[in-house]
């Protein structure tokens, strides 16, 4: 005989809160053991159906099932197509919604197998000892967890690789900035003469940045991350309006509660104008509740705007302070020559019209924000006017409930197990609501850091342009349109025709930054010490020779345009060499060829001590 689960979880729910009530327990707290031993009980006094067979109540049994196999369908049943656990009967109605299927289909085969059933056991009952203590609440937090799409995390964070169809970010090295373009181009492998570690990586301690990436690579990834606050909205919005599927399965348990206490108004035939009454302040609660609904949508919204206003006002803080800066730098500053006088002058007066544009920008942000901040206060105050009214027909209901029970103590049954159930389901909802608000901080985080990465992208392209170190200036310009040349197109054999054939055989960081010093404009400003090195291409060759000729510096001297050298086993020896594009703080930020095979910009947290063995040559 096949059990039809849907048809009658909802009337089971009222009949185990019936049989835990006087005991005080909550629905969350009963294991899925003892729900499936009253299961059997229900079934037998409802269905008079023996169900011993019908229902194995263990976890660990349902493991070693043949529950699942490697037909198109992916799912069958056990035993002469008959459900067989009471678990198995709720998956099997969960595995009808496509959302939830393709969540657990971690290899995305189409087809659900053991392993999987696994991973999914493991997950519900991740904060349990062990999946014998699976609660109801674990399952249908799970499952409403899985729908919310931390699933895939949950997986990542074990070692569970996902199918082709799922997102991944590159990790960078240790204690630096991660990157979502970390991984373009970048191959793993050993460090050969010249090269660098991949991004994977962590020996070097470098992370790439993605500031001076492409901005369609930027543009695209900001796009992609606020799609992702959008769907995290739309699921909290979900479960305001209870379209959301768990939120609708309380909401069930809700319904079913409520006609059972109408009917039994009706039966035991209470006083009309009582009935009237309660069944009155019950449907004011709910439009009441939904009210708050409404407004709680609108703050959730609000606050993303508010989020976004503020990064808009910090960036043009920022930009707007940049460019004070870079005048205050330029002030005062006089060319060696008049041609280098009238470029700074130049300079002055393109920055003064800058500052001012910026001004401006940074007084719009602030009032966008200032208006954005003001709305979401009205929107709060009006919630809280709404939850005070809510209070309110509460406190009536409940006097109301309190006289039906005086008049009619056969009621009281009914009307706690409504209350309970509300309760609940206010629970659940809660917890939902919390849940989704805490990826949605977590999805708009990283629209602020991409947002701000972008600014800080656009203020360095400000720095170099307004410097007064103009070799530096047309070193770093010079080196940037090469951003992306890698191996595997062969575009990175250009740095080697003076050295190598091809940049696949040999390392040639060396010979980029060789290449970089020959052809930009200014070459013949590139110290002599450097130009006589009989082969640029070994970068202990240029460590030699900066060390005969002096010019060894510290790094709090490191310039736009100056030379760095990596000795990453510390034994005196340079593996790996760069241009410093700027010093930030304890932040490096360099150009480098063959960094994962490419030539890319690198990020280095400078008090990471995988970044202590690092020599700086003066060219600038």
């Known amino acids: 005989m096949n059990i039809n689960f849907s048809e009658i979880k909802i009337g089971f729910n009222s009949y185990l809160q019936e049989i835990y009530k006087n005991e005080g327990t909550d629905l969350s707290d009963v294991s899925i053991f003892e729900y499936c031993d009253e299961f059997k009980d229900y079934l ?17 049994d349902l493991m070693n099932m043949d529950f699942f196999n490697d037909e198109e369908e992916g799912i069958e049943n056990s035993e002469n197509g008959e459900t067989t656990n009471f678990i198995s009967s709720f998956l099997k109605d969960l595995f009808k919604d496509e959302s939830f299927s393709k969540e657990i289909d971690t290899n995305q085969d189409g087809n659900i197998d053991k392993e999987e059933l696994s991973n999914l056991f493991n997950f519900i009952s991740k904060n349990d000892e062990n999946s014998e203590n699976i609660s109801l609440y674990d399952i249908t937090k799970g499952i409403a967890d899985i729908k919310q799409g931390t699933y895939k995390e949950y997986n990542a964070s074990n070692g569970i690789t996902a199918g082709a169809t799922s997102d991944s970010t590159a990790t960078a090295g240790a204690s630096n900035v991660s990157s979502p373009a970390a991984s373009s181009g970048a191959s793993s492998g050993s460090i050969s003469s010249g090269g660098a570690p991949s991004s994977e990586s962590n020996s070097s301690g470098g992370a790439v940045s993605l500031a001076f990436m492409d901005e369609e690579q930027l543009n695209k990834e900001l796009d992609k991350r606020e799609s992702k606050v959008k769907e995290k909205q739309d699921a909290l919005n979900a479960i305001y309006d209870g379209s959301d599927r ?6 069930d348990m809700v319904d079913n509660a409520y006609e059972n206490y109408q009917n039994q108004l009706e039966a035991y035939e209470v006083n009309e104008e009582l009935k009237e009454q309660v069944t009155e302040v019950i449907n004011n609660i709910d439009l009441k509740e939904n009210e708050i609904d409404d407004k709680s949508k609108q703050i959730s919204e609000q606050e993303t705007t508010v989020s976004n206003a503020q990064t808009d006002y910090d960036n043009a803080v920022s930009t707007r302070e940049n460019l004070e800066s870079s005048l205050s730098a330029l002030e005062g500053k006089k060319g060696e020559t008049e041609e280098e006088q009238a470029a700074i002058d130049a300079q002055i007066a393109s920055l003064r019209s800058e500052i001012e544009a910026a001004k401006a920008a940074e007084e719009a942000a602030k009032t966008a924000l200032e208006e954005a901040k003001t709305k979401l206060e009205t929107l709060e105050q009006e919630k809280s006017t709404l939850e005070t009214e809510l209070n309110g027909l509460n406190q009536e209901k409940t006097s109301i409930e309190s006289k039906i029970i005086d008049a009619e103590p056969r009621m009281e049954a009914a009307i706690n197990n409504y209350n309970k159930q509300k309760e609940a389901f206010n629970n659940q909802k809660t917890k939902s609501i919390d849940n989704a608000k805490a990826e949605i901080s977590e999805a708009q985080s990283d629209v602020t850091e991409i947002k701000t990465v972008i600014n800080e992208n656009k203020n360095r392209n400000s720095t170099i342009e307004y410097s007064d170190n103009f070799l530096g200036k047309d070193i770093i310009q010079y080196a940037l349109q090469f951003l992306g040349y890698n191996e595997s197109d062969t575009s ?20 980029f930054v060789s290449y970089v010093y020959e052809h930009m404009k200014s070459a013949d400003q590139i110290p002599q010490w450097y130009q006589d090195i009989e082969n640029q291409y070994w970068q202990v060759n240029v460590h030699n020779a900066a060390k005969e000729a002096g010019a060894i510096i510290d790094s ?3 310039k736009m345009g100056d030379i760095v050298l990596y000795d990453y086993n510390g034994d005196g020896t340079m593996q790996h060499i760069g241009i410093v594009v700027a010093m930030e703080g304890n932040k490096m930020i360099t150009i480098e060829g063959n960094s994962g095979n490419q030539v890319r910009i690198v990020e280095y947290n400078l008090d990471n001590p995988a970044n202590c063995n690092m020599a700086f040559c003066k060219i600038t």
């Open 556 to 558: 709090s001297e490191a």
């Open 246 to 251: 768990t939120i609708a399965y309380w909401q």
């Open 44 to 60: 037998s006094e409802e269905y008079n159906i023996d169900s011993e067979e019908l229902l194995n109540a263990s976890v660990s």
């Open 492 to 511: 990175a054999d250009i740095f080697l025709e003076k050295w190598h054939s091809s940049s696949s055989q040999t390392g040639w960081c060396a010979a």
